[in-house]
């Protein structure tokens, strides 16, 4: 009876402790949301977001970006998660948002399984406690981004196959599969888990027919998971393209002459990235005139896989200086962006200031490796899987959402870590745990390195303001998009990529201030000569003007500019037509 009363009134200790870590994470994510919501880009889709969301559109039967006979560019987990919440609840971006709140409290409780199942209830706890708090994560789930839903579903797959190996559960192994196989569809690069999973269940005591059968149902379950994806691409791409077609571009993206070790689209002739579909039919038409022939969606991945590999035998000393810097920034408490940035984040919602960055968890996680890396069954597994998943950050390149997928496998081990360097200094004091303090100091200078500029910040911070300018201006909210916009330029200087200029210069244009508009676009051009919307702006103003001869300038320097230049050479055609019918006086 007393051993009855014991586990109760500790599992009722357990539940509270749950309960107030679930709610911590609740109310952090309603803070945040609260304040996200008073930007224009909490209902408004840009980039990504709205990429994400017209393919779960299509995915549905209705417009969208991703046309039938098309495989999948990008990953395709959020598509397929947005949809089923449409379907359900109807078209509103807001309710993902919202729905990811509720995520967001059960993944703490996913992070308390794992790390409990690694070690004890004092791993789980915090483990739980440090997704709860963990910003990055926080942020990332505010958006219409894989993140919120492929972390979970990471945490849930090694839960369950630590579970299904040390309690013997043998049901476990095929949900472990599904699981990881969910996550994949939305981070390819989470494959590099299915060798560690496999050598760690082959390499464990007992028989080999077990441990066959056990890898069978795992298999199956991946197979399942992966379902969507492959079954989708390949009735329509005519080709076996497993998750998505984005592999070798991105390849190219982090190994070119041009690459900075973060999200950056090489400056070439004929790369349009100003939309998604622009883009993708850009990497199309380059790659199909380089081989002389038609691609398929996976050919063209190869062409631009092999770019990126000209890259390194033709400049082997240059590629390793950006792999060692890649390995700095994968490992650097700075967040690189793709979407917003998660420091014009901190900028808007105060309470991501207060919230624990990668810099402060990932030395931990090295004293884990050190502490427990050997003895703790599974430790070996996370910490080879974390491992080889930065590896592939360093192989491609980094960027905060897909860095934070590392999460269920760093942070129970970085709880290990904690209670390994407590129970150092209660067993050895300071004598026996200054190694332990070393490690951690040496860890954490490492992840405070000065890799980002203030400039990049301030340019960062800039690109964000931009954004929220170009949304009240396209709701017709002129003034206020101004203010956003000369925000923007005021932060960024004479950054060549900010859109800002040619942006506040279309706001000027609606005013009917075309000589200030002008300046915007000259000053646009000179900072980015490959600018092509600048030019475009010049070319309309140039003819309504009547200066046709400048508009004609202007289309043939951007018929240089694009890959495929058939709209420019239209444009060329028919103001010589107009010329002729009406010729310039001033010539």
Avoid at 366 to 371: K, R, T
Avoid at 413 to 425: I, S, V
Avoid at 563 to 578: D, H, W
Wanted: charge should be positive; aromatic fraction near 12%.
């Amino acid at each position: 009876m007393n051993h009855y009363a014991e586990t109760t009134d500790r599992r009722l200790r357990e539940f509270w402790i749950l309960l107030m870590v679930c709610v911590a994470a609740l109310t952090i994510r309603l803070v945040f949301l609260a304040d996200w919501a008073t930007t224009p880009l909490f209902h408004v889709l840009l980039g990504d977001e709205q990429n994400f969301h017209q393919t779960a559109l299509s995915l549905l039967g209705q417009a969208g970006d991703q046309t039938p006979g098309e495989v999948f560019l990008y990953q395709p987990l959020y598509s397929f998660y947005l949809a089923l919440v449409y379907a359900i609840f109807g078209e509103d971006a807001g309710l993902p948002r919202t729905l990811q709140l509720l995520v967001g409290m059960g993944t703490c409780l996913l992070f308390y399984g794992l790390g409990r199942e690694l070690h004890n209830r004092w791993t789980g706890r915090l483990a739980a406690v440090m997704v709860a708090l963990y910003g990055p994560l926080v942020f990332l789930e505010g958006q219409l981004l894989a993140p919120g839903i492929t972390v979970p579903l990471i945490a849930g797959a090694l839960w369950s196959l630590l579970a299904a190996v040390k309690r013997a559960r043998t049901w476990l192994f095929p949900i472990a599969g599904l699981l990881i196989g969910l996550a994949i569809m939305g981070r390819p690069n989470l494959a590099v888990l299915l060798p560690v999973a496999g050598v760690w269940l082959l390499t464990r005591p007992g028989s080999f027919k077990l441990k066959a059968a056990s890898l069978g149902l795992a298999f199956a379950g991946l197979v399942v998971g992966l379902s969507p994806a492959w079954i989708h691409n390949a009735m329509r791409g005519g080709d076996f393209v497993l998750v998505s077609a984005s592999g070798g571009h991105s390849f190219y993206i982090g190994n070119n002459p041009q690459a900075t070790g973060a999200f950056h689209v090489a400056s070439i002739r004929g790369i349009d990235d100003s939309n998604h579909r622009a883009y993708r039919r850009s990497l199309t038409f380059l790659a199909e005139r380089a081989e002389g022939k038609k691609l398929s969606p996976a050919e063209v991945s190869s062409f631009w896989f092999r770019r990126g590999l000209e890259y390194w035998r033709e400049d082997p000393a240059g590629a390793l200086r950006l792999t060692g810097k890649k390995l700095l920034l994968a490992l650097n408490t700075e967040e690189l962006a793709i979407h917003h940035p998660y420091v014009f984040g901190k900028e808007l919602a105060p309470v991501l200031r207060f919230l624990v960055p990668f810099g402060v968890v990932f030395p931990f996680f090295v004293l884990g490796v050190w502490f427990g890396g050997r003895r703790r069954e599974g430790a070996g597994m996370l910490t080879w899987c974390a491992a080889l998943y930065l590896a592939t950050l360093v192989f491609y390149y980094v960027a905060d959402r897909y860095r934070v997928v590392v999460l269920p496998m760093i942070l129970p081990m970085a709880a290990l870590g904690m209670l390994g360097l407590k129970d150092r200094f209660q067993k050895r004091g300071w004598r026996g745990a200054w190694p332990a303090m070393a490690v951690l100091a040496v860890t954490f200078a490492v992840t405070q390195l000065p890799m980002l500029s203030g400039a990049y910040r301030a340019r960062a911070v800039a690109r964000g303001y931009n954004r929220m300018g170009k949304v009240e201006g396209d709701r017709g909210k002129l003034a206020q998009a101004e203010i956003y916009f000369r925000h923007a330029i005021r932060l960024a200087g004479n950054d060549p990529n900010l859109q800002a200029r040619t942006n506040l210069g279309l706001v000027l244009e609606y005013r009917g201030d075309t000589q200030g508009a002008q300046r915007l676009y000259l000053q646009t051009v000179e900072l980015d000569p490959n600018n092509r919307n600048a030019r475009i702006r010049l070319a309309r103003l140039a003819e309504r003007s009547g200066d046709l001869t400048g508009a004609i300038r202007w289309w043939e320097e951007l018929f240089k500019l694009q890959a495929n230049p058939e709209s420019a050479r239209r444009e060329i055609s028919r103001l010589r037509a107009l010329q002729e019918r009406n010729p310039d006086p001033r010539l």
